[in-house]
């Protein structure tokens, strides 16, 4: 059995008394906010490494959907409608994370390695545009993703894309969706990574489309939150993926916090948001290293090395703290340790 690869979608908590119009604020003026929307970025980071993930998103504190279409319609920074010009196609976090992946280099000996994620074309169409899907604006869209992506790869000195991830949570879930347009549009944003050898995952938060995700060729990993939904895994055939060569990001924590207590709020008579303590009651009763073992344990019986990342099913942005969303990731990396037998 090969071991998984630890990765983490990307949102994060804010830290405490930081407030999200200061956020956006910063972001819109970088220059004026460097060196503390920098150190935010940073300290995020460290926290992800600290609790054992092996390929963390850059933290991602912005809206998934301005954060690229404001540029993507921006027309002094497009060469066409939605087109974005190649250097306008930057992911700030990533130069906020460049110092850091020297100190990271220096201390290790080795790059510092990443995942990003790219909101994918079809996301950014539906938010933007009612259906028919007008495929040569589709396409211009997803050229610009793809662009991000090239950027994101091509900049990196001492820090290595090795995993970049277009995030689909509407692809199954919005009636709206047709299969119109989305091998097309996602070929055209995978294209330049997966030439380049970098593990391209998608996340969806249905698998209903797998079938049709499995014919675009330049997706590897396709992502599954199967840890609040294991039934999900039903939905994909393990000779399927065979069939054309691809893998599995597999959930094993669960991230759906406001479920999780609404359901131990019933059982235990408590108020997850106010009582003190019973969050983190909450995260180690469902996210348990012995929960998330079981979960890979699950998972690995039915599509065994056909796995090849896992972790939280989505971000963590929605925990109320980032002492919170550090917990699920240390005790997902202790599951994961335990199921691989290190530790």
């Known amino acids: 059995m090969k071991r998984p690869i630890f990765d983490d979608i990307g949102s994060y908590p804010l830290p405490e008394g930081t407030t ?168 055209l944003a995978s294209e330049y990574a997966a030439q380049k050898g970098v593990d391209t995952q998608i996340h969806l938060h249905s698998p209903i489309f797998y079938d049709t995700v499995c014919q675009v060729e330049g997706i590897s990993v396709i992502g599954v939150e199967s840890a609040a939904n294991p039934s999900l895994l039903a939905l994909i055939d393990k000779a399927q993926l065979e069939r054309y060569d691809k893998y599995l990001r597999v959930g094993v924590s669960r991230t759906d916090i406001f479920s999780m207590a609404a359901e131990y709020d019933e059982i235990h008579h408590t108020n997850a948001f106010k009582d003190k303590g019973v969050l983190e009651n909450i995260i180690n009763d469902y996210n348990s290293p012995e929960q998330v073992k079981k979960r890979l344990a699950n998972a690995y019986s039915i599509f065994g090395d056909r796995i090849k990342y896992v972790g939280p099913d989505c971000g963590l942005g929605a925990f109320t703290t980032q002492e919170l969303a550090y917990l699920v990731l240390k005790n997902t990396a202790e599951g994961i340790k335990v199921f691989s037998g290190d530790s």
Not at 66 to 87: G, R, S, V, W, Y
Not at 175 to 184: A, K, L, N, V, Y
């Open 20 to 187: 999200k119009a200061w956020l956006k604020e910063a972001f819109a003026d970088v220059p004026s906010h460097k060196n503390a929307l920098y150190e935010l970025l940073t300290e995020a980071l460290k926290q992800k490494l600290n609790a054992g993930v092996e390929v963390p998103t850059y933290p991602q504190f912005q809206n998934m959907i301005t954060q690229f279409n404001d540029p993507i319609l921006d027309a002094e920074k497009t060469e066409a409608p939605l087109l974005i010009k190649e250097a306008e196609a930057k992911i700030i976090e990533l130069d906020a994370l460049e110092q850091m992946a020297v100190e990271y280099r220096e201390k290790t000996g080795e790059k510092l390695k990443l995942r990003i994620c790219v909101t994918g074309p079809i996301e950014l169409y539906y938010k933007q545009f009612p259906p028919p899907v007008y495929i040569d604006v589709l396409s211009n869209i997803a050229k610009s993703v793809g662009r991000f992506i090239k950027n994101a790869i091509e900049g990196a000195k001492n820090y290595e894309v090795v995993c970049a991830s277009l995030d689909e949570p509407s692809m199954g879930l919005d009636p709206r969706i047709e299969e119109e347009g989305i091998i097309t549009a996602l070929e």
